[in-house]
Every structure is written in C-alpha cells, then in structure tokens.
C-alpha cells in the first residue's frame, strides 16, 4: 500500500519444507480424511481473528520453516508474546476487533483500479456500463474500508511502542518502523494526504469522490464558478419582486425540477394572481403550470442556466478525474512498495 506497505514477499528458495498435496492430505494438515477442518492441524492452532491471520498460518502450516535460527526465532517471539507482552494479545482483542478488514485483499484491489494499463487496457474502459453508479460506489467503498484498517493498524503500531521493549529479534522488528531498519510500514504521510483531500465519508455515501479544496484547481474554479452563477439566478427572482417589476407583490418563488437542470428555477406564480394581473408580453417563457400555479422562465434565466450547466458539467468531469487520480495515486504507491517518492 502506499508508504511502505508493499506487497508480502515469497520466502527465499529453500528456507520452507516442500510438501506435496499427498503429504498435506494424509497428515491431514487442513482437513481431515472426510475433508472436514475438524481435526486437523490447522484448525487445532487457528487461533485467528483475521482473514489475513487465517491465511498466514495455512501458509506457515503447509510450508514449515527448516532453518533451525527461523524456527528460534519465531519459537523466541511466541514465548515473549505469551510472557511480557501477553497483554497485548487482549489489548489487540478490544481495540481491533471488527475493525482491521482484509487488507492484504483489499490493497490488491484497489491498487488495480489505480493501475494505468487497466485504465487503458481493461474491457472496462470502452464497455457501456449500465450499473455504473453502483460500480463507483463499490470501488469507493473498498477504497474507505482499507484506509479505515490502515488507521486502525496505524494503531497498532501506537500500542507497539507502547510495549515494554522486545528482547526477540521479530518482535524487535515488527515495533520498529521501516525507516529504522524494522518491518513496520510508515503509514502516516499517506492517510494524511487522503484526510486532507478526500471526505471518505461523503464519497462512502454518494459513492463519487469530491475534490476536497486545493485538491485540484478545475474543479476548484469550476463549483466556485456555478456558486456564483447560482447568485446570480438568485438575484434574477430579487429582481423580479422589486417594486415596480412586473411580478412585484405576486409571492413570486423558484420551483425547481428533481432532475432535469433546465427546468429548474422557474417563476411559479399563482394562477389566481396573474388573472389580475396580465404578464406583459415577450418579457417571460411559460414554463410549465397546474391548475393553480403558473411557471415562467426569463432569458436571462436560461441563459444563466446554460453557463451553469457547463460549469456542474466541467466539476463533475474534475470530480470523475478526481476518482481515477486518486486511486492511481494509491497504486503508485503500492507498486513501487516505498510510499516516500510516491506519495
């Protein structure tokens, strides 16, 4: 992930036992002979809370350490972790329970959707999605889901330090940061870069990424732009009630179409009202009506809402463009397995 959280490396050629499917099934090391996980050694250690942690030690358990100094090693972590620092086992229990997602699953796929060749290459970029939407919102999603585990393991690494020092070497290793010879990824720069741009939990609702200001300058000036130009209509009903103005003393007000952004802001008069009072012709646009109101637009109205138009246009292009940086930020960062030159 980014910052440091590289992708798990493959353990060096002949330091893990070779066991053949053979061996796995007849010592029943996942499952038994009726191919249940009762019984077997696997299920006899799991002791996991996390899908990360079940898959660690399938993998620990179908390829075993040879190396004599290894085996010590992690012989060395497990009796510390179950000495002075057994408190940490149920401190991790409390705080962390429900709150670390798949992580490893989850940096793999959202690192994809950063990928620059899937962008250009997967089927995905000239097929006409009709679910698109729920798409975003997906993506989206899994995009809060794993920064909301890496604050959660940033945590974790709090509670590190806060351990009496390791006397074992991988325990010494997993309290130390990368950036001090450990394993500990420094996640940090990377969740604040995405708390200063991103509002994760309007995106997780709308399932769109909206720039936070400064983010990027178009869509900066592209919503301050329609800000104004939504003033501006405002000014037009204003106007329309002054004294003196053909509308003056009707209880003029803006109606305003759910979806379609050009039938909105129309003058809705009452009906009764403009049987009194006789709109002078060629100064309003009939709009729409029902039998007791009457809609008006003026040129100044549809004008205003044609530069509107292009302007939530121009933003929701930045607001797409936003989305793919955004995750091909994050990919950057995963791919290269050291955050500090791509984040």
């Known amino acids: 992930g980014p910052q440091g959280a590289s992708p798990p490396q493959a353990a060096p050629v002949g330091s893990r036992m070779v066991l053949d499917a053979a061996a796995v099934s007849n010592l029943e090391i996942l499952v038994n002979t009726d191919g249940e996980e009762r019984g077997s050694l696997a299920k006899f250690l799991d002791r996991t809370t996390s899908s990360m942690g079940r898959r660690l030690l399938r993998e620990w358990v179908t390829a075993p350490l040879l190396n004599p100094a290894e085996i010590n090693a992690r012989l060395d972590a497990v009796s510390e972790l179950c000495g002075e620092w057994s408190e940490l086992e149920a401190f991790m229990r409390r705080k962390f329970r429900g709150k670390v997602p798949d992580l490893e699953r989850l940096l793999l796929q959202v690192s994809a959707l950063g990928s620059k060749q899937r962008a250009e290459e997967h089927p995905d970029s000239r097929a006409r999605?009709?679910?698109?939407?729920?798409?975003?919102?997906?993506?989206?999603?899994?995009?809060?889901?794993?920064?909301?585990?890496?604050?959660?393991?940033r945590d974790l690494r709090a509670a590190l330090l806060d351990m009496p020092p390791a006397k074992s070497k991988l325990l010494g290793l997993l309290a130390k940061g990368t950036d001090d010879g450990g394993l500990f990824p420094d996640i940090g720069p990377a969740l604040k870069w995405f708390d200063r741009h991103v509002d994760l939990k309007a995106a997780k609702a709308s399932g769109s990424i909206e720039p936070k200001p400064g983010m990027d300058p178009d869509f900066d000036e592209a919503t301050a732009e329609a800000k104004e130009t939504r003033a501006r209509l405002e000014k037009c009903l204003a106007d329309v009630k002054m004294p003196g103005q053909a509308l003056a003393g009707s209880g003029v007000k803006f109606w305003h179409h759910k979806t379609k952004l050009e039938d909105t802001y129309q003058l809705e008069v009452d009906a009764s009202w403009l049987n009194k009072h006789p709109l002078p012709p060629g100064q309003f646009v009939s709009k729409s009506q029902t039998s007791k109101v009457r809609r008006f637009q003026t040129k100044e109205i549809g004008r205003l809402l044609g530069e509107l138009d292009a302007q939530l246009k121009r933003a929701d292009a930045c607001k797409g463009d936003a989305m793919r940086k955004v995750f091909a930020r994050f990919h950057a960062g995963h791919a290269a397995g050291s955050g500090s030159s791509a984040m």
């Open 129 to 153: 999605i009709f679910d698109a939407d729920k798409i975003d919102k997906s993506k989206v999603g899994k995009l809060s889901d794993m920064l909301e585990g890496m604050k959660a393991v």
